[in-house]
C-alpha cells in the first residue's frame, strides 16, 4: 500500500490572497493608490511562493495573482479618471479672466433718473392715473395729496392714515 502524504493547508496563497484583495481595496481610493500598489505587489510576491511551495493547495495562490494584476489595473483606471474629473476646465468660474477694476467710483446721494427708471413724480402720476382708469374717483383728494408730497420738501402724510381714516375702511 502506498498512501499519498496530505495536502498541507495553503497559508502563505491565503496570506497572498488577503493582500491582494486589501491591495485592490486600497488601490481604487487615490488618496492612498502608492499604498495599495505596494500592497498589491507584496501580495503577488507572497501569492507566487505559495503557488511553487509542494504539497499544498495551488488555487488561492493562483486567485491572489490574478487579483493582484487585476486590481492593479482597476486602481489605476479609478486613478485616472479621477484625476481627469479634476482638472480645471478652460472656463472655470473659479478662475478671473479680468483683472480687477482699479477705478474707485464713490456712490452719490442724489438719485438720478436714468433712462430706463421713472423718477418719483412718475411713479405718482402713474398710480393716480390707474386708480382713476380702475373707477376709483371718490379718492381724488388724497391721490392729489399724496402726489404733492412727493413734489414738496416737507414730510408726506402716511397714506396709510389717511386710509383708515376714509369711508372705504369704515366699510
Given at each position: ?86 482638472l480645471p476646465s478652460p472656463t472655470d468660474p473659479a478662475i478671473p479672466t479680468d483683472a480687477p477694476s482699479t477705478s474707485t467710483q464713490q456712490p452719490t446721494d442724489t438719485p438720478t433718473a436714468s433712462a430706463g427708471r421713472p423718477s418719483p413724480e412718475e411713479i405718482a402720476d402713474g398710480f393716480a392715473a390707474g386708480v382713476r382708469a380702475g373707477g ?36
Amino acid at each position: 500500500m502506498t498512501s499519498s502524504p496530505a495536502a498541507g493547508a495553503p497559508v502563505l496563497g491565503f496570506i497572498g490572497l488577503g493582500l491582494a484583495v486589501l491591495g485592490t481595496v486600497l488601490a481604487c481610493i487615490p488618496a492612498v493608490f502608492g499604498v495599495g500598489v505596494a500592497v498589491l505587489l507584496i501580495g503577488f510576491v507572497v501569492s507566487l511562493v505559495g503557488l511553487f511551495r509542494r504539497g499544498t493547495a495551488k488555487w488561492p495562490s493562483i486567485v491572489g495573482m490574478v487579483l493582484a494584476v487585476v486590481g492593479g489595473a482597476i486602481g489605476t483606471i479609478v486613478l485616472v479618471v479621477s484625476l481627469l474629473a479634476n482638472l480645471p476646465s478652460p472656463t472655470d468660474p473659479a478662475i478671473p479672466t479680468d483683472a480687477p477694476s482699479t477705478s474707485t467710483q464713490q456712490p452719490t446721494d442724489t438719485p438720478t433718473a436714468s433712462a430706463g427708471r421713472p423718477s418719483p413724480e412718475e411713479i405718482a402720476d402713474g398710480f393716480a392715473a390707474g386708480v382713476r382708469a380702475g373707477g376709483v374717483t371718490e379718492y381724488d383728494d388724497m391721490l392729489t395729496s399724496t402726489h404733492a408730497s412727493v413734489n414738496s420738501s416737507t414730510t408726506p402724510t402716511c397714506p396709510t392714515k389717511r386710509f383708515g381714516s376714509s369711508p372705504l375702511a369704515r366699510s
